[in-house]
């Protein structure tokens, strides 16, 4: 035992988790025997008790390192019935609930340990781990986040640590398809939402075209590699991502309990059904997201990285073409805020492709996702008239062609007044033809000629803003057609919806001024 013991704490300082693992596990079986048939009350049996709590608390180390987090708990446990209060385990328990997200009992067991961490002279060590986990027990209850140090030092350094946390949303069925996330009640622009951590990500260097295609099926098996390892590490894990859609019979799949997501739920509740690869396979399908699309923003990233994860509560996120919702991606977190208000009840919705396009680019884009948009912009542009549609193709097909953008924005200004289009209706069809109206007002010739004939910018601007949320092409030109203080105050309250509130006033215009939107 003395030989074992001493080989498995040699492992256990040279880092080899595994095979660490495996002797402390033998000893811990020996050890167990001994137990057994030693006399009560001897001190040979207090010795063996505490060898044995020992060996749990550094196999619980070695399988934490090796991301076995609910093995390394139960290890923890066992020391813990042994000793209550076995500084050792409380530190490595401590730890496993902060990676598990699970902050105030994370916070409990740090606490415990103070005492002693005092007598061992580890006091410094532990009061960094309590500064932290209060830091991101107060984020994950209040979602009060801030980036702004990180942002005005330039991203220097690695990306902030932010907790998990659940706003005011809860899942139900949607009338878009299957289940969505909904509002419990008003939230105002920029509101977070959620911030959730991914399952998995693979990143990498995207550089020219030709290898970029290949670069991405590699990073799509990694990828997937990596969701497998999650899921055979934890049954909670894989409980949840079978929650999500396959794609298939969506109107009929059961509406999970939001509170399932939150990170203290426990583990135990759940069934050990069998993996069935086929149907991760179609999950991963339907709800990876990848990290630059128009809809987000990823804050801190080197130029070219690609990136791809599964984000699982965001996956209850319905797409729609007036999006009320963007998400942030910050290292592996994502952070969901709403881009405009919104009323409690109301669905959050954010885009998964570029919705400031006419309606059959959007058709088409929806079609690739695998799905028919059935959103209410859509759903209205779809329903006008054939004479209206036949309009309004004439105007795309004249863009595509190089047609005078100006004359295009007029024409649209001037169809939309006859055909009696108001309120959001307005803003749909001006975000469909957003490219010409961008261009108009972002050129001087174009505004000496139409200036006088079409919206003023920040009306423009607005009536988007109001029906497809912020978005920082809309930002982009009340810069360039900014006109003093009043469009830097609508610019920041813009710039609110895109990025949410993540940052204090000076980030945020040190954002605009970074000139990322
Ligand atoms: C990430 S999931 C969204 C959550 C999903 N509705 C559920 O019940 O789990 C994406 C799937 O939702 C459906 N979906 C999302 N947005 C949609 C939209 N605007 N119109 C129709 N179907 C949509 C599609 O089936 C899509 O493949």
Redesign the pocket.
């Known amino acids: 035992m003395q030989q074992l013991r001493s080989k498995a704490t040699e492992l256990l300082l040279r880092e080899e988790w595994k095979q660490s693992v495996q002797v402390y596990s033998h000893f811990i079986n020996l050890c167990q025997q001994q137990i057994v048939q030693a006399t009560h009350d001897s001190p040979q049996l207090s010795k063996l008790n505490k060898s044995l709590c020992l060996a749990f608390s550094n196999r619980a180390e070695a399988r934490s390192r090796l991301r076995d987090l609910n093995e390394a708990l139960v290890d923890c446990e066992e020391a813990l019935k042994i000793e209550t209060a076995h500084f050792k385990a409380l530190l490595c328990k401590g730890k496993i609930l902060l990676s598990l997200n699970r902050y105030s009992m994370a916070l409990d067991c740090f606490r415990a340990t103070l005492m002693e961490a005092h007598a061992s002279g580890n006091l410094e060590s532990v009061n960094g781990f309590l500064e932290k986990c209060k830091k991101l027990e107060y984020q994950s209850r209040t979602g009060a986040f801030d980036l702004s140090d990180w942002i005005l030092n330039g991203f220097h350094g690695k990306s902030p640590e932010l907790a998990e946390y659940i706003g005011p949303v809860r899942i139900k069925k949607?009338e878009?398809?299957?289940?969505?996330l909904f509002a419990t009640k008003n939230i105002d622009a920029g509101t977070l939402v959620l911030v959730t951590k991914a399952i998995a990500t693979e990143r990498g260097i995207l550089s020219d075209e030709d290898s970029s295609e290949k670069v991405q099926l590699v990073m799509w098996k990694n990828f997937i590699d990596k969701v497998k390892e999650r899921i055979s590490k934890s049954q909670r894990t894989h409980h949840l991502i079978s929650t999500?859609?396959s794609?298939e019979n969506?109107d009929e799949?059961d509406v999970p309990d939001t509170c399932l997501f939150k990170p203290e739920t426990e583990e135990s509740s759940h069934s050990t059904q069998e993996i069935d690869m086929g149907r991760i396979l179609s999950i991963l399908d339907?709800?990876s997201l990848v990290e630059d699309a128009v809809s987000a923003k990823v804050l801190g990233k080197n130029r070219g990285l690609y990136g791809v994860g599964l984000w699982i509560l965001a996956?209850?996120?319905?797409?729609?073409c007036s999006g009320n919702a963007r998400r942030t991606h910050v290292g592996d977190n994502i952070i969901v805020h709403v881009s405009r208000d919104v009323k409690a009840g109301e669905e959050i919705t954010f885009a998964?492709f570029d919705t400031l396009v006419p309606l059959e680019k959007r058709k088409e884009m929806?079609q690739s996702?695998?799905?028919?948009?059935?959103?209410k912009r859509c759903k209205f542009e779809e329903g006008m008239s054939s004479k209206s549609k036949q309009e309004l193709r004439e105007i795309e097909m004249g863009v595509e062609r190089g047609m005078d953008v100006g004359s295009a924005v007029y024409r649209m200004e001037e169809n939309v007044k006859r055909w009696i289009v108001r309120g959001k209706e307005k803003g749909y069809l001006r975000a469909s033809f957003w490219k010409a109206y961008s261009e108009t007002y972002g050129t001087e010739r174009l505004m000496k000629r139409w200036g006088r004939r079409i919206p003023a910018v920040e009306g423009a601007v607005d009536s988007v803003a109001e029906t497809v949320g912020s978005d920082e092409r809309l930002l982009k030109i009340l810069k360039t057609n900014g006109r003093g203080m009043v469009e830097m105050e609508r610019a920041t309250k813009l710039a609110k919806g895109v990025y949410g509130k993540l940052v204090k006033k000076q980030a945020l215009r040190s954002l605009l001024e970074m000139d990322i939107c």
Not at 176 to 180: D, E, Q, Y
Not at 369 to 375: E, Q
């Open positions: 949607s878009i398809s299957g289940r969505g999500l859609s794609g969506e799949l339907v709800n996956s209850f996120i319905n797409h729609s998964y929806s996702w695998g799905f028919n948009c059935s959103c």
